[in-house]
């Protein structure tokens, strides 16, 4: 009985205590407290279909392409189709790249592209 007697004048006690304290807290609440939800991140931009060329990647593919003319010299020409072919596939893999990388690290590399002066120096754009 006499835990019975302990266990209601602890709870009475605790009930008294939260209704002085709600009591006290006459605040009214903050309203500019209110947390909005926080907007979600614009989608990045959808890759260009296959077989078109994204019109962000074009000058860095045509300085590809140029590079590779260069370094094949005067051993071979490079005929229109393969060049467009080769830049749709240029385009293709810098969109996989877009996706994969941070927007510093692509950025990084396409610039690293588009200033190289040769193929060689543009084959380590990726590693760094």
Do not use: W, Y
């Amino acid at each position: 009985m006499r835990s019975t007697t302990l266990l209601l004048v602890l709870v009475g006690s605790l009930s008294t205590f939260a209704c002085k304290r709600e009591s006290q807290d006459s605040t009214p609440p903050d309203d500019t407290a209110t947390t909005e939800p926080t907007p979600e991140p614009e989608p990045a931009p959808e890759p260009a279909p296959a077989g078109t060329m994204n019109p962000e990647f074009e000058a860095v593919c045509e300085h590809m392409m140029d590079l590779f003319q260069a370094d094949l010299g005067d051993t071979m020409e490079i005929t229109p189709d393969v060049r467009e072919q080769s830049k749709l596939a240029c385009s293709g893999g810098l969109d996989k790249a877009k996706a994969e990388k941070s927007p510093e690290e692509f950025a990084r590399i396409l610039e690293c592209n588009l200033t190289a002066a040769t193929l060689e120096a543009a084959t380590t754009c990726e590693a760094g």
